[in-house]
C-alpha cells in the first residue's frame, strides 16, 4: 500500500487560485468584487480560461457576478457552507439576541446577509407556530426579503436604482416594483434604525428588519422577524424600535462602538 499523497487535480488548483484571489488579502480586499481581466492579470492566465472557470463555479454557487458592475466575488454557497466556520462568531453572538425577539413577539427571527442580489439566511430561531419554513442556508432576491431594505440601507440612490432594475420583475403593480418606495425605505432606516415592509414570501403579512454593524461600523448581518398575525401600523413601528435596539446590541457586542437607545426592550410584548 503506497503512503503517496494523492496527487492534486490541477483543474481544482485551478480553481482554488480563483477563489484565494476572490477572497482578498491586504490592499487586494475589496468587497465589491474583481472583474475578468484584473484576475487574469494577477494570476497570469488568459482572461478566456479565466471566464470559463468562474462561469463553472457561478452555476455551482461558489461565485457570484454583480448584475451592475460584473465583478466577481464568493459566492453564497461557500458562505452557508462556512456559516458554522468562518462566520462562526456572528452566528454565536447573534444567537441570544435572536431568541430574545422570538420569545418577546413569538414570531420568527432571523439572521441574514447580503450575497450579491441575495440574501442569504445564517441563522433562524422559530416561534412557537406548529409550520415554519427552513430558510437556513437559502439565498432568496433582495427584492423578496425582509432584510433586504436593512442590509441596503448605506448604499446610494444611484447603485440601488442600477440594482433594482436588475432584479425588480417585471408587470408588478406593488410597492417592490416602485424605486422610490425602496428608497424610502432605506432611507428610514438610516432615520430611524429599522425597516417595515412587505413580505414577498411564506405567509408573513409583514417583515420588521435592523441592519447590524461590524468593528468598523459597516453593515454585515441584518436580523429580521416575520409578522405573520395582522397588526396595526404602529404597533410594527413599536416592534421596528425593539428590532433596532437588538441590532445596536448585536453591533456593540461585535466591536462596533454605539450607544444603544435606552428602554427599547422595556415593553417588547
Known sequence: MSDKSPAPSAGLRRDMDILEILAGHGDDRDADGFGV???AERLGREKSQISRALRSLELEGMVERDPVTRRYRLGWRL????????????VRVAAPYLRRLTAAFDED???CVLRGNQV????????SRAYHRVWEGVSVPVIMAAAGRSLLAEWDEERVRALLRTVL???????????????ADLAHVRSAGYAVSDV??????????????????????????SVTRAAAPE???EMGAVVAE????????????????????????
Do not use: C, K, M, N
Request: hydrophobic share 50%; no cysteine.
Open 79 to 90: 458562505f452557508a457552507l462556512a456559516a458554522r466556520t468562518q462566520q462562526a462568531r456572528l
Open 120 to 127: 442569504l439566511t445564517l441563522l433562524s430561531v422559530p416561534s
Open 37 to 39: 481581466s484584473w484576475i
Open 235 to 237: 404597533r410594527l413601528h
Open 200 to 225: 414577498e414570501l411564506d405567509d408573513s403579512a409583514a417583515g420588521v428588519s435592523a441592519p447590524v454593524r461590524d468593528h468598523r461600523g459597516l453593515i454585515t448581518a441584518a436580523i429580521s422577524v
Open 109 to 111: 427571527a432571523y439572521l
Open 169 to 183: 420583475p417585471s408587470g408588478l403593480d406593488s410597492a417592490v416594483a416602485s424605486e422610490d418606495d425602496w428608497l
Open 246 to 269: 437588538a441590532a445596536r446590541e448585536l453591533s456593540a457586542a461585535l466591536g462596533y462602538p454605539a450607544t444603544p437607545a435606552a428602554g427599547a426592550w422595556s415593553s417588547p410584548a
